[in-house]
């Protein structure tokens, strides 16, 4: 396997990471994950766009344009031979002696990324999965992709305790969204989203899926919904890169509906099948 470090390809076992990289002691960083269907980057702007607004808000500078990144994430997808995937990519803010305040003088923030193989979770789309609730204990800044995920690493590990692929976070019983995806409920025949704030990540899956739902004419609500109301939905499901469009059938061992997939969930999910580049596109 090839990575990229700090403006190199290298081969997995050469790579070499400095212990003093913040990344290290402080999870001082952001990161991305985008999908890779049949070779190509999906929404790849998109993910570009919203690394390089997290390093602000982090008052942190990323030392490559955002086309000199897309450029390193295509070379990985083409050196590594990878058709169908994903690309991880993280930038920390350097490495510098152990001070919680930035460096000083500055460093240069270390990008490192690679590109794996991985198949699309079918069994899971069809069948649905279940979710268990858990306090959302996160700090404030959720829209922030970073890589301090403690708050999200003890809430998956909860629900997997339970035989739950994810947990469904809530404050004080509202539902924000998931440990690594946005949530959604649909209620006679509308969809309800936690609205984007510093609460949650906004989910470039969720924008793909509310611009989908915009073309299917599916109403949707931007509002934030209680755990109890969550269980009275019709149809639940949630999105994230790599989940796509995912149905959840139960949440605390009720069922959601009938328990099983929703119609309009599955509306969804094959209209979002249909946005993924085909490998059949350009060759008829
Ligand atoms: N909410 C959180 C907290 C996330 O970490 C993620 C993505 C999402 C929502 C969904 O965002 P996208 O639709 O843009 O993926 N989590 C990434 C992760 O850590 N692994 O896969 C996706």
């Not at 990471?17 to 960083?29: K, Q």
């Not at 829209?143 to 590990?157: E, F, M, T």
């Amino acid at each position: 396997m090839i990575y990229f470090i700090d403006g190199h390809f290298t081969r997995r076992d050469e790579l070499r990471i400095s212990i003093d990289d913040r990344g290290y002691y402080f999870g001082d960083g952001v990161y991305e994950v985008i999908k890779v269907y049949n070779d190509e980057l999906f929404t790849l702007k998109e993910h570009f766009q919203r690394l390089f607004a997290s390093a602000a808000k982090i008052k942190m500078t990323i030392p490559f344009s955002e086309q000199q990144l897309i450029d390193v994430a295509k070379e990985l997808i083409k050196v590594n031979k990878i058709s169908n995937g994903h690309i991880y990519m993280q930038v920390t803010r350097g490495s510098s002696p152990r001070t919680h305040h930035f460096p000083d003088p500055a460093v240069s923030a270390v990008v490192t990324a690679y590109a794996v193989e991985a198949e699309r979770p079918v069994e899971d789309m069809e069948n649905g999965v279940a979710v268990k609730s858990v306090d959302d204990i996160r700090w404030l800044r959720c829209d922030i992709k970073s890589l301090n995920l403690l708050g999200s690493v003890l809430a998956k590990q909860e629900a997997r305790e339970a035989g739950c692929p994810e947990a469904i976070l809530h404050r004080d019983g509202v539902v924000t969204e998931g440990s690594s995806t946005n949530m959604f409920g649909i209620k006679d025949g509308v969809v309800y989203t936690h609205p984007v704030s510093n609460l949650i990540l906004e989910g470039i899956t969720r924008h793909v899926v509310l611009d989908l739902c915009k073309d299917l004419e599916i109403p949707v609500v931007e509002e934030a919904f209680t755990l109890d109301e969550a269980f009275e939905m019709d149809e639940f499901f949630y999105t994230s890169t790599t989940a796509e469009v995912m149905p959840v059938t139960a949440i605390d061992g009720i069922a959601i509906g009938n328990g099983k997939r929703g119609r309009l969930t599955k509306k969804l999910q094959d209209a979002f099948s249909a946005k993924i580049p085909s490998p059949l596109k350009g060759s008829i």
